[in-house]
């Protein structure tokens, strides 16, 4: 883990080196923090007793304050990781409550160890950077490099959440919803060939993706949460995007032929696009076996079969243009498109890091439920 995409985003989301290693991402993994127990932290980061926790989430922080306070509210390996984490962030700053609604428990001033309100260490700490870097563009240098060709580079911008969505909001029933943010990639990399190299970005976007409990059964022997899952809407191109309108998150993007090979006499442009736009809700059904083992499960959506660069690649729409004479148009296209279907794999390896970093997935969703009593579950 050392080094890495996941440290490579982790270091851009802190603006400062960051090397965590397995054992701290899955002691963030399986760790979750009271939502009351950080909002105390909190207010204590800020000096700011007299608050209730629905103020001071609505209170201005940095993002080391923010971080230092989850650490304090959770203990072992992951809060030394987020300690970690909070030493090497930039004072960039934020309002949680933009990420966090505590609904009913807004006005609490105390932490209630009996009812706590449980969420994943790795998602609130997830929640908490993306938010500190809304409509901030991160550049990486990932150091994947594509066989004959560059490295491959990544730009990522975050939406910052609509105001009456938050990311994790408690409802009047004390439940949890949990949702991802909006982001926005843009993959670049070159590959050479004996003709000229061949560009090539790849562009996506990922609307929210929402979970939430839509059922539990307390009968004896059979407990059981259902929660309701919608994945994420997407958006995957190949296509030239005009830079501020990559930067502008409230411009839907709009990819243009783009051109992949250029020579002094033709030219290949390309175009391709996937839409991933299933906004059913799908339930996914958790045993009491399942809560006790931490099982994740996986909802998906319809429409990606394969991955994301790969089922690009199959559906570019190849045009030639040819300034001169005695050239063949027919061995121009199956020259980008082979070099463009080669490099897939090594693109869809860099969007799933960057994208599973993030806690976010294509055409997929996963989810867990951390705990369950009658009458109460939490879910991440």
Do not use: W
């Not at 001033?109 to 009996?114: K, L, Q, Y």
């Not at 839409?275 to 059904?285: C, G, I, N, T």
């Not at 243009?321 to 869809?348: E, H, Q, R």
């Amino acid at each position: 883990m050392h080094g890495g995409l996941p440290n490579a985003l982790l270091s851009a989301l802190t603006g400062s080196q960051v090397n965590l290693n397995l054992m701290d991402y899955n002691a963030l993994a399986d760790a979750d923090i009271d939502l009351l127990a950080f909002s105390d932290a909190l207010r204590a980061e800020l000096d700011a007793d007299v608050l209730t926790f629905g103020q001071t989430l609505d209170t201005q922080a940095t993002l080391p304050q923010v971080l230092g306070a989850l650490a304090k509210a959770s203990d072992g390996q992951a809060a030394k990781a987020i300690g970690t984490l909070a030493d090497a962030a930039l004072p960039r700053s934020l309002l949680p409550s933009r990420a966090i609604d505590l609904g009913p428990r807004s006005s609490s001033i105390r932490i209630d160890p009996a009812n706590p309100v449980k969420v994943n260490a790795l998602s609130m700490v997830r929640t908490m950077l993306l938010l500190a870097n809304a409509n901030r563009q991160l550049d990486l240098a990932t150091g994947v490099t594509i066989p004959g060709g560059s490295g491959v580079d990544v730009a990522l911008m975050i939406g910052e959440p609509p105001a009456n969505s938050p990311l994790i909001a408690v409802t009047e029933k004390q439940d949890v919803i949990v949702r991802t943010a909006q982001v926005r990639l843009k993959l670049a990399a070159s590959v050479n060939t004996p003709l000229a190299a061949i560009d090539i970005p790849v562009y996506t976007e990922l609307g929210s993706a929402e979970a939430r409990i839509s059922d539990i059964d307390c009968h004896h022997g059979s407990d059981a949460v259902t929660l309701g899952i919608r994945t994420a809407p997407a958006t995957l191109s190949i296509g030239k995007v005009n830079a501020i309108d990559f930067r502008n998150m409230q411009r839907p993007l709009n990819p243009q032929p783009v051109k992949l090979l250029s020579l002094p006499l033709a030219s290949v442009n390309a175009k391709a696009e996937l839409v991933l736009s299933d906004l059913s809700e799908r339930p996914a059904r958790f045993t009491r076996d399942d809560i006790d083992d931490g099982r994740v499960k996986t909802v998906e959506s319809g429409g990606l079969v394969s991955g994301a660069a790969k089922s690009l690649a199959d559906r570019m729409d190849l045009s030639v243009d040819i300034l001169g004479i005695g050239l063949n148009a027919k061995a121009l296209t199956s020259l980008v498109g082979d070099t463009v279907g080669l490099a897939a794999p090594v693109l869809d390896g860099v969007l799933e890091s960057v994208t599973a970093t993030l806690g976010l997935h294509l055409g997929e969703a996963d989810a867990r439920v951390n705990a369950l009593r009658c009458g109460k579950a939490r879910l991440v």
